[in-house]
């Protein structure tokens, strides 16, 4: 699909499995997201562009690869999307952080904003956001909106399961922000989860179902 990237990685597929079986206890629940996290971390940064930086290894002088420009940024969805940002933190921690507090309302499905915070310069950095389900597209779509406003043109989407609605909903608003996945369910069901899924990233996360 289009502008959507599924990471097929067997230890990304086996992992999302574990993530899956509602047994999974909370504090493997979280561990898992983490190891997931970083695995997708990997992927969704793969064409960063490069410059070298003339270094000294203890033998001789050498142009080293380097990643280049501002240190990229990561913008959770709070609360779920933070698990998977500090994941992406463990493999690049010098990555600044936005974040965005944003809930779904039980009835509309709408996301409601509570809190914004994030660097000014996000005009100059590539901006990566978080969320484990892109279920509706509701919160994506109104979290991308937000780091637009403030100047964010390079955004990259990063989640762990996402719906055949969610994808449709972004693509429609956002075309331009690209998504990394770990895999694309089936559908949403009636009260807006994704099915199978893996039943509230947030619930699951924190234990607070
Ligand atoms: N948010 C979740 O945490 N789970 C879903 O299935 C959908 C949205």
């Known amino acids: 699909m289009q502008g959507v990237t599924v990471v097929k990685h067997p230890l990304v597929q086996h992992k999302l499995s574990l993530l899956r079986d509602k047994t999974r206890s909370t504090s493997g629940f979280r561990q898992l997201v983490r190891e997931i996290a970083m695995l997708l971390a990997y992927e969704v940064t793969h064409e960063l562009p490069m410059t070298t930086k003339r270094i000294e290894t203890p033998l001789q002088a050498m ?3 380097m990643i280049d420009g501002k240190k990229l940024v990561l913008a959770p969805i709070l609360r779920a999307g933070i698990a998977l940002s500090e994941g992406m933190l463990e493999l690049i ?3 600044r952080v936005a974040h965005i507090g944003l809930y779904r309302d039980h009835d509309t499905l709408e996301a409601i904003e509570y809190f914004f915070k994030a660097p000014h310069d996000l005009a100059d950095r ?3 956001v978080t969320d484990p389900m892109l279920a509706t597209g509701n919160s994506a779509t109104a979290a991308i ?3 637009k406003a403030r100047g964010a043109h ?3 989407f990063v989640c762990l399961l996402a719906a055949p609605e969610g994808i449709a909903q972004m693509q429609a608003l956002h075309p331009d922000v690209p998504i990394w996945t770990a895999a694309i369910d089936e559908k949403l069901n ?3 989860y994704i099915v199978p899924g893996l039943g509230d990233a947030g619930d699951r996360i924190y234990g607070t179902h």
């Open 145 to 147: 909106e937000r780091l």
């Open 154 to 156: 390079d955004i990259r």
């Open 63 to 65: 142009d080293a690869p």
């Open 190 to 192: 009636e009260k807006g």
């Open 93 to 95: 921690p010098s990555a």
């Open 126 to 128: 590539l901006v990566i």
